[in-house]
């Protein structure tokens, strides 16, 4: 009997763990940014995800609504102001490059970066280091992440807790920080709700729920 249960086991290990690897994992409908910041994986092909709530910028640093794209060699990014591709290499990084139409119709801003997620079942470590270009002002910023998941009852859908840090070298802008969740519900439906935030208009160091709001559907 032992040597039954033993097989048994055996069998349904990998399952178990394919399915604790999913729960752990920012989900098939989140998309491949985090609250704030890109994280270092893209989109599967013929993916399409769409911001229909997005409430940052008063308690935490603005972020844009976006369309992503997800297409065989790259995903696309798509923002009223801009547009953005995003790519793997082989090293694991993820380099991608945004540009934006800036204060006038001759002023093009720009964001360059590469991201990189290292993850393991009980954590998700994403690094986001950048170049902008903001209104004739280069700027650098390093953006990091962890993500932890947080046990759940299986129809209440896979929930994790992040925190995000953003630090930048442009004059008088604060440093930015934001703590929340991210619940996947649906497996076609992303909710970010950021309790805690410094970083926007409002205030440096504001607590607030929810010091932003924003949700994400993949089609």
Same mark, same amino acid.
């Given at each position: 009997m032992i040597r039954v249960l033993s097989r048994r086991t055996g069998v349904r290990r $990998?399952?178990?763990l394919g399915l604790l690897a999913l729960l752990?994992?920012?989900g098939q409908a989140a998309?491949?940014?985090l609250f704030l910041q890109e994280e270092g994986r893209v989109a599967p092909a013929r993916?399409?995800?769409i911001d229909v709530i997005n409430s940052t910028g008063d308690w935490t640093p603005a972020a844009e609504s976006e369309l992503r794209l997800g297409l065989p060699v790259a995903e696309v990014l798509l923002s $009223?102001?801009?547009i953005g591709v995003k790519f793997e290499i082989p090293n694991g990084w993820v380099p991608y490059v945004v540009s934006n139409l800036g204060t006038s119709p001759s002023t093009i801003d720009y964001r360059l970066g590469a991201a990189y997620l290292w993850q393991t079942p009980g954590i998700s470590v994403n690094f986001d280091p950048e170049v902008a270009r903001i209104s004739r002002e280069t700027i650098f910023n390093f953006n990091g992440a962890i993500f932890f998941p947080l046990d759940a009852a299986s129809w209440f859908g896979p929930l994790q807790l992040g925190t995000e840090l953003m630090l930048t070298s442009r004059k008088d802008a604060a440093t930015g920080l934001a703590m929340g969740?991210?619940?996947n519900p649906r497996e076609w439906?992303?909710?970010d709700v950021v309790i805690g935030g410094s970083g926007g208009k409002i205030g440096n160091g504001a607590i607030r729920t929810p010091a932003a709001l924003r949700?994400?559907?993949q089609f």
């Open positions: $990998p399952i178990l752990c994992s920012t998309p491949t940014r993916a399409i995800y $009223p102001h801009g969740f991210r619940w439906l992303a909710a949700v994400n559907i």
